[in-house]
């Protein structure tokens, strides 16, 4: 009897060591599979950031050179009415 009461508590002992080793494994891949989940959403967000801020300087440099052009363009209208002025 206490040969099958010592056998019984060293199976339980060793079920209950690899329960739990299975589960610290099971915590890891989900931790991994976690941790690879927030770095692709970061890698997203700064992809779709990146983008914004591209289009906002290509809008930015637009009207820029729109303002250039209306400046260029008063600029010799005013030049124009100076000379025509002078005659």
């Given amino acids: ?24 494994k099971e915590k890891a891949e989900d931790t991994m599979e976690e941790a690879a989940n927030d770095v692709e959403e970061a890698v997203e ?6 983008e914004d801020a591209m289009k906002e300087a290509g809008d930015a440099m637009e009207d820029a050179a729109d303002d250039m052009k209306d400046a260029a363009d008063k600029a010799g209208d005013d030049m124009k ?6 005659k």
Avoid at 1 to 24: G, P, Q
Avoid at 45 to 50: F, H, I, L, S
Avoid at 81 to 86: L, S, Y
């Fill in 81 to 86: 009415e100076a000379v025509d002025g002078g």
């Fill in 1 to 24: 009897m206490k040969k099958l009461f010592l056998s019984f508590a060293a199976l339980s002992m060793i079920v209950a060591v690899s329960s739990c080793r299975e589960t610290t």
């Fill in 45 to 50: 967000d700064a992809v779709e950031e990146t």
